[in-house]
């Protein structure tokens, strides 16, 4: 009986030591690998597209857009620094728990000799996420199996092989950093995407033809990923997202090469870094030489919703009311971008953040308006009301000034107008003198004269006006609804603009 007593003490007290193990690894982990990975498990069953990449995918393609627009469902998976070997692995414990129809893979990186990045916290945002398997074993022993490869803090990867397997060895230390949110951490809002609100004079670059022979990790996974989900009955889209390359690393031989790689698979290959034109690198950069704002973004994501659709034949949910969810979070989605225009204070990134799909747009502009006689802010305004080019309207050339599809704006009298998205692309109505122009939810009426606007649609009526020594007056309609949501006036000078000032 004594035996027996001890035996299930010792056991209790196992389990109890195990529980509180548990319980303080959870509260001590670095929760941003949960917070980018869980709303993934939550929704797995339901998704039917991944994308996989780097950072340049992490920013350039957000899902919810796709939703809005598209009824897809979508996820994006990719990662800072997040090399092909790593994407293969991410990929292979993502489809323990969801089966998408179709993958795309950004492969910016195929040119990257190693198998992981030198910054072991962009491997723990990637794998920590996922729950401890026999997938997540097998991808931390492949993927750490060289001792030469060193972190930044020193270490080989092979030494920190039980860090990846137990993260609570790496986190245990965290006590004077916790904070509420270690105990509610708050998970990734936007599908696994992340939205960067800046605004960047892109760096100079050039388009290579030249082709480099395959080698390295990048190509060996590449094509283990094609196999892999061949295997699956996956289909595969690869892509290279576009990004002013100066071709440092002789990337873009790389990169050519993969078409060769798409051919032998026959599956699609999308290079955006030779579609140049297709984004705006002076509105839509979010730094010099390799990430989109959202404005770029929004174009990227809207091309690419377009081709699942068409050439992958990615269903629609909108109207499946087992997808309510979706239709739940993107209202956060959509409200959380709205509170992005509403705290932005450099108003030459708010005028980048009015490119969004989400909402028209009404624009009024007072006789000799500054925003004229800057060329950063002409091509901002314009690229508000710009059509996505899609490849059947390709032209050999990089965007110009040429390509301007308001004209009324730039003439230095007062002027109106509306970009309407409520349909599949903008479209831009001017008033350059007093008058009435229609829209899907009631109309917008302009008085010159007084300099001001009135928008009539299912929400009631509302009166926009700009102030005095204002250079423009900007509102925030709900494209259905007409409903103002929010509206702004600005001040531009031809070097340095002052503060926003509110209406």
Known sequence: MKT??????GFLFFLLLFVLLAGFSHLLEYKEGKAKTVPLLERAGQVDVLFLGDSHAYSDIYPFELWDRYGITAYNMANYNCTIPMSYWLLRNA????????????????????????????????????????????????????????????SAYTDLIPEFIFPFIKYHARWSSLTADSLHPVYNQDLGAQRNLSLATP???????????????????????????????????????????????????????????????????????????????????????????P????????????????????????NDSAYARWDADYAIYRQNKLRSLLEMQDPRIFLMLLADPSFSTVLLFPENSAVRSNALTVQLVQNIARRYLMPSDMYEAVWSDSLMPLEQAMQPNACMVYIDRSGP????????????????????????????????????????????????????????????????????????????SEL
């Not at 027996?4 to 003490?9: A, D, E, P, R, V």
């Not at 091309?303 to 990615?314: E, I, T």
Request: aromatic residues 10%.
């Open 425 to 500: 692309v903008p479209s831009a109505a001017e008033l350059p003198e007093p008058g009435t122009i229609s829209a899907p939810f009631g109309s917008i009426s302009f008085d010159k004269d007084a300099g001001t606007a009135e928008v009539k649609g299912s929400k009631g009526s509302t009166a926009l006006k700009i102030p005095p020594d204002c250079d423009l007056a900007a509102a925030v309609l709900d494209r259905e609804t007409g409903e103002v949501l929010y509206q702004r006036a600005l001040h531009f000078s031809a070097d340095q603009e002052p503060p926003v």
């Open 295 to 318: 404005s770029g973004a929004y174009k990227v994501t809207h091309f690419l919703g377009q081709h699942l659709r068409d050439a992958y034949g990615v269903p629609d949910h909108k």
């Open 203 to 293: 760096a100079s670059y050039e388009i290579v033809n030249d082709v480099a022979q395959e080698q390295g990790f990048g190509f060996i996974y590449l094509r283990r990923l094609i196999e892999f989900c061949q295997e699956k009955g996956i289909q595969v889209l690869l892509i290279n997202l576009p990004y002013p390359s100066r071709n440092e690393n002789d990337e873009q031989l790389y990169t050519n090469a993969v078409q060769y790689l798409a051919d032998e698979y026959g599956i699609d290959y999308i290079d955006f870094v030779y579609l140049d034109q297709f984004v705006d690198y002076s509105t839509d950069c979010y730094d010099p030489d390799s990430h989109l704002n």
């Open 95 to 154: 489809l323990t728990s969801c089966s998408p129809r179709v993958v795309v893979i950004d492969v910016n990186l195929v040119w990257e000799p190693l198998k992981l990045p030198i910054n072991s916290s962009d491997v723990h945002l990637g794998l920590d996420g996922f729950p401890l398997s026999r997938t997540k074993l097998d991808a931390i022993f492949d993927l750490m199996d060289d001792p030469s490869i060193i972190d930044t803090n020193g």
């Open 4 to 9: 027996f007593k001890g035996i299930l003490t």
